[in-house]
């Protein structure tokens, strides 16, 4: 798989970020509780493919329920545009609508029930696996 730089950031732009991952994206749109209320679309990327360029600062976290999930958002303009997923706690669930435009070739929506949560993820075959680097690309 070939890997492109993805940069990206928040509305206001005092979060910035990029990340290493196929300009083919999957990515997941998740029916719980929180990801229905914020339209929270994301893909996932290992930890090492991803770099806070700026903004750490200017980042505050919200979690409930397991607290597993660390919800990431710009203090200024509220914007998600990363998080830590509750399915994927070693690696980053990035919001496509938050790169900048230039990168993504398509994008591949897949339904994810989290409203049965565990059901979901033991019946899912690969979302664990989507925050470990491949052998070839470490």
């Not at 990035?94 to 059901?119: M, N, Q, Y």
């Amino acid at each position: 798989m070939a890997l492109v730089k993805h940069t990206g950031g928040c509305h206001c732009g005092a979060v910035r970020f990029e990340v290493l991952n196929s300009p083919d994206l999957q990515v997941f749109q998740c029916n719980c509780s929180i990801c229905t209320k914020k339209q929270n679309h994301h893909f996932i990327v290992p930890k090492n493919h991803f770099t806070l360029l700026q903004g750490s600062h200017n980042l505050t976290t919200y979690t409930f329920n397991t607290h597993v999930a660390k919800h990431t958002f710009c203090k200024t303009c509220g914007v998600q545009s990363f998080y830590t997923p509750r399915s994927n706690p070693d690696g980053y669930g990035v919001a496509p609508h938050c790169l900048d435009p230039g990168t993504v070739r398509s994008i591949t929506v897949e339904k994810f029930c989290g409203e049965k949560w565990e059901e979901s993820m033991k019946a899912h075959k690969c979302i664990r696996d989507m925050s470990k680097l491949a052998a070839d690309t470490q």
